[in-house]
């Protein structure tokens, strides 16, 4: 098991005003997704929460029933950081709600520099039928362009409102301005997988799971996104996990997980916590003592519904037997 | 005591264009009762009970000067500090000289450092690289190896401290090193590293004491002005009814020589989650608890773009100089949807404006209401006025909107900016004057204190000058007249407050309320207007000399 001195992953959520920031915030926050997250966000008056769930609400911090929790931001992001930090039990993960007009790259330094964190992944969000002409707009035409180019991973949302060939060039406009994967989205059906770290329970190498695992809580039937967890055979060469990290496709939206690492100068492979959305990547050893039950350990993918080829990616890190 | 005083004066300087001077003021219960010559008020002397007061025989007396836009928090915070700015800062404790470079600055901290307490941290405020070069916790431990030393940026951007400053905060090292903006080698904090910084700082820059100090020096600052009335441009930033509490207990006093007109703020900026119709329903509510000295009333603020010495100002075409971009403190849509239901509930709004972006965003919204539902008289100001153009001020004309400047970003800045934020052409002409008044605007100028100095007749001199700290001239065409720069700490002042019936000038049935000048602006003429003498101030009708 991973202790609570992993440092918590902290995803950025950007995008202007009207994107949908809100939609997936109350998705997250009530979702079946068995994780504990600690949501800040700019405005509680828009958080929409079934009341049923809720466990108590003091002003400043909404608590619900499936363990996460909401916070209001207020004027002071780095104290509002902090009051979640030191919840008991901690987070699993910190998602930041950017407020519409900041530069969300900026907010990320809290990711990655706030005692106790690591950045996860900037997801900005894009609304199909306004983002070309926001990004157009004279007074927020460079901000809304300036947060696209931040991203890690940009959703463009509402693309059930807009023809599928409108949709197709808000897609390849986005991709133009950001180099990063660029995923449509509808009806507010963000697949949580997409904006969930690895959790504990990921990295829970000893626990039984499924190697695939279909689709995630949140989506549906024509979900866009599908998750399989990847058991490795054996530990995996430093230079090819690096090379896959680098050139997997980007329809794996995705990796998060547990892999042991053997270095080019031989010795004892170990552990190390692998992270991957769009273009960032990190492969960091892994500080806690990790029950090896799996040779290689496990890696957790969301690909892009029907591009999954789970012995493709297996190959990519380790020979077969 | 007598019913009436009579002042009389070498001059009175009423800034009433139907009797610019007189001879004499006539005060009852802290009120004007009249103004004019002994003989002419031979009706009210002869029938009450008068005393006449020559104190001022040697001397002009003003209206009492007015600052609508300042903060009296952030100051608290502040003015507890050292001051170690490029410009001189002469505080009613003490005259702070410049401090012009690198060596200067160094020679400042050790003089401080001889000075305080062997245990009270060293709080310098004021360093900027462009005239200061860096500094860095070498440098900072070389003043001292025992007290914590914090050098504040000018703008408030970056903090740099030594090692003693680190076991203060308590900080720990390790996790500060992973951030990419706190500099642990260098000893420096930026940005969002500054949040990690106030963490540990905090509880000591805004504890009760410490606040209330600040607050009681602001209270010397205002009356060393010579002002007497002043505005609260965002009443609440570090909390309201802290602030109210605070406000009440070090300022509602007898002798406190002036009053504060405190003006409530979209708290949108700061991420409140009210709806438009509650925070209207409490703005409105607040005139209810105002004291003798403290007042709301219908002016609210808004906020558009970043802060000038921050270099946020959002600019339109060409941008910065150096690439770099500004904010957007409220998003425009919001800025509209707010300023819509405080226009429509008869709200008077006032709105941080910094660059000509801002304005842009502000005036078109402005455009906008005046044509969904026309008002007059709404008193809309922009505040700051940064950078604007010829062509927007004529469009301000068009919708009655006022401006509430701070020319001393002249001062301080226009060089500074021609070199590295704007280049020349704009930032001669930051801080527009000329034309406004050439538009027939009425304008007030402000001090943002501690953006500038809290001295009325320093801004009206910037204003009507228009010299920075290397004695340039920016923009000649740009200055304001004389007559106008001293209604921007009076008369048009007080308009913009929406107090023009209360103070300003000086006739019947205003506050009694004057400055007291060695000399008269009108003859000292522009280039002299910051260096006249003010005895002290009259404030309704009582004596508080400097
Ligand atoms: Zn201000």
Redesign the interface.
Known sequence: MISSVEPIPVTVLGG???AGKTTLVNRLLSGDHGRRLAVLV?????VNIDVDLITSHDGETISLQNGCVCC????????SL?RVLALDPAPDQVVIEA???A?PA?VA??G?????CRLDAVIVLADAETIQAKAKD???G??VT?QLRGADLVLVTKSDLVSPEVLDSVLDWVRSIAAVPVLPVSRGEVDSEVVLAMSRSDLDVGSARVVTRGTSPLTDAEAMFETATLALPGPVNRARLEAAMSLWSQDVVRVKGIVWVAEADGGNAQPHVVQRVGLRWSIEPATTNIDQETEGGRLVVVVLRGTLDAAALINDLVDAE | MADITVFTARRVRTMEASMPTAEAVAVRDGRIVEVGTLENMAPWLDGYDHEIDDTFSDHVIMPGFIDPHLHPSMAAVLLPMEFTTVVEWDLPWSDIGAVGGRVELLDRLIELDAKLEPEAPLFAWGHHPIWHGEVDRETLNGISATRPVIVWHRGYHSMIVNDACYRWMDIDLEAARRHPQIDVDRGAFFETGLGVAYRHMNGFLLGTERFRAGLDRMRQVIHHGGQTTIGDAAMGMYGFEDEWEHLKAVMERPDTPFRIQLMPFDMGPLGDEESDEAMIERILAYPQRNTHRLRFSDHVKMFADGGFFAELLMLKSPGHLDGRHGEWMTPPERFERVARAFWNAGLRIHVHCTGDLGVEMVLSTLEKLQSERPRFNHRFTFEHFGISSAQQVARMAEVGALASVNAYYVYELSRAFADHTLGYERASQMSRLGSLERAGIRFAVHSDFTMAPAKPLNNAWVAANRLNESGEVMCANERASLDAAIKAITSNAAYVLGLEDEIGSLRWGKQADFTILEADPYDVGAEGLRDIPIWGTVFEGEKFPI
């Open positions: 202007y005003l009207g700019n405005d509680f008056g828009e209001s931001i207020a004027d002071a992001l780095g104290e902090d407020s519409g007009v530069d900026k330094a809290y990655y520099g706030w005692p106790g004279q007074f927020v460079e901000l300036r």
